[in-house]
């Protein structure tokens, strides 16, 4: 599930540019330097002077390493949504003694939340005014924005949800074409112009048609490597039987799966009532769990997110708990019902029946995968059975199955291979010689009480 973040506005004027954008116009010669060096020079502002110093590793951390480690990586979590997509990365250099791996919370808007998952993860964190003041060998994000203040040798980026598929708020482009989020100018390139990021993960060639058209300067980063988070769903199918006696789906039941994104055009805000409604619209045999994006449990907070769906649980709606993987829920669902989650795609690339609640068409790339999934699904009519709607959906299914393995990614089950060896060509260690896997994804805990 995507969730799109900016940083707010800085005041306009001098104090929008940067210090080294400052700093270079008072010596020019910087801008010569090359980039991978110009990331370890940090710009400190006195009333009365603005000068540069070269960041280096903190000695403490040679001094107090028990590994003999060659390689520091900083991980930069905005949000729960991308600290879960860092957990897919993670899992590829971890069991590497060579490597220590370090997170930092990186400030956002929606960043609640990920202080208590870290804290969980049981790994080491520092706080960001240290990681913006520590010299690393790779900084790896799967969010965009302020990874250009870490002063790390190389940056690597992942996008959090499936691909690139949602437009810049109408807000921010008024009167203007909006382009796609993730995949332009302003995502991708700092306030010199040069580029943030030394390598960008691109799940298909769709998108790298799209990064030319919106910032061909970045197109020398970009690698079609593939989508973990769905080579992940996929070999949950091996499990799907597992996922559903964890989850007390009985024999002969029939698990409706229903997924919100969140903000405005959300499945959550458009359609509020219709959790509540569900168990009384569906036969006996039918049981329903539903998940929401983690940034609607961060905007409004656990304990209100569970107080406002009490009607529905109270219905007979199961809720998976904030934090918790839905990965496992997708693969034991028989159908879905969703909005432009990222989880409609995923779904309808591993066979789930997916029914649309309704659809953002002004916010969602014509060009998208979500876009020709809209185009083809069924969507949520008060008037129409929901049985027969549930129908409609199986009935499109092999059309959404085709559109979604077609598009949601190339190189299926090769992602773990293709982005181990990018992150070992940008650390420049040799790697491993066995074979990168991914860990089979837990059964997610419910709510169990409001």
């Known amino acids: 599930m995507s969730a799109m973040t900016t940083p707010a506005p800085s005041p306009g004027g ?4 940067s210090p080294m954008s ?20 940090r710009v400190v502002e ?6 540069a110093r070269v960041v280096e590793a903190r000695p403490e951390q040679a001094r ?5 480690y060659r390689r520091t990586v900083l991980l930069g979590a905005h949000t729960v949504t991308s600290l879960m997509r860092l957990e897919d990365i993670c899992v590829l250099l971890e069991d590497d003694p060579r490597v220590q791996l370090v997170y930092t919370q990186v400030p956002d808007r929606l960043g609640t939340g990920v202080a208590k998952r870290l804290g969980e993860l049981e790994v080491r964190v520092v706080p960001w005014e ?3 003041d520590t010299r690393y060998d790779l900084a790896i994000s799967a969010s965009l924005h302020r990874m250009e203040d870490v002063p790390a040798l190389r940056r690597f980026a992942a996008p959090h949800g499936a691909g690139y598929n949602k437009l810049w708020p109408r807000w921010s482009h008024p009167g203007a074409e909006r382009p796609v989020y993730g995949l332009d100018r302003e995502s991708l390139l700092d306030r010199d112009g040069s580029l943030v990021f030394d390598s960008l993960v691109l799940p298909h060639p769709d998108h790298l048609r799209t990064l030319a058209r919106q ?5 020398p980063a970009a690698i079609v490597a593939g989508d973990p988070c769905f080579d992940r769903l996929v070999a949950c199918q091996a499990d799907r039987e597992r996922f559903r006696a964890g989850l007390g789906v009985r024999t002969g039941q029939t698990l409706v799966a ?4 969140w903000g405005q055009e959300s499945l959550l805000c458009r359609q509020f009532d ?6 009384a619209a569906l036969p006996a045999d039918h049981r329903v769990i539903a998940t929401l994006h983690p940034a609607v449990w961060s905007e409004h907070g656990s304990r209100q997110v569970r107080t406002w769906l009490r009607k529905a649980r109270e219905a007979g709606v199961d809720l998976v708990d904030v934090g918790e993987d839905w990965r496992a829920l997708v693969a034991a669902a028989d159908v879905l019902i969703a909005d432009h989650s990222s989880l409609t795609a995923y779904a309808a690339g591993v066979g789930v029946p997916v029914l649309l609640s309704h659809f953002p068409d002004l916010d969602i790339d014509p060009d998208s995968v979500l876009a020709e999934l809209a185009a083809c699904s069924p969507r949520l009519d008060s008037t129409v059975p929901l049985p027969v709607q549930l129908g409609a959906a199986r009935a499109a299914r092999a059309e959404q199955w085709e559109i979604a393995r077609r598009r949601v990614a190339t190189a299926h089950g090769l992602s773990a291979d293709l982005i181990r060896q990018t992150l070992y060509r940008l650390l420049d260690l040799t790697e491993p010689t066995t074979s990168a896997a991914w860990p089979v994804v837990p059964v997610p805990r419910l709510v169990v009480n409001m």
């Open 14 to 17: 001098e104090n929008q540019r």
């Open 274 to 279: 219709l959790l509540a409604a569900l168990p």
């Open 46 to 51: 006195r009333p009365d002077e603005t000068v």
């Open 215 to 219: 910032c061909p300067e970045a197109v």
């Open 22 to 41: 400052r700093l270079s116009e008072r010596y020019p010669a910087i801008r010569r330097v090359p980039s991978a060096l110009r990331r370890r020079i």
């Open 258 to 261: 229903v997924a919100s994104t």
């Open 130 to 132: 240290e990681a913006v």
């Open 64 to 68: 107090w390493g028990s590994t003999g």
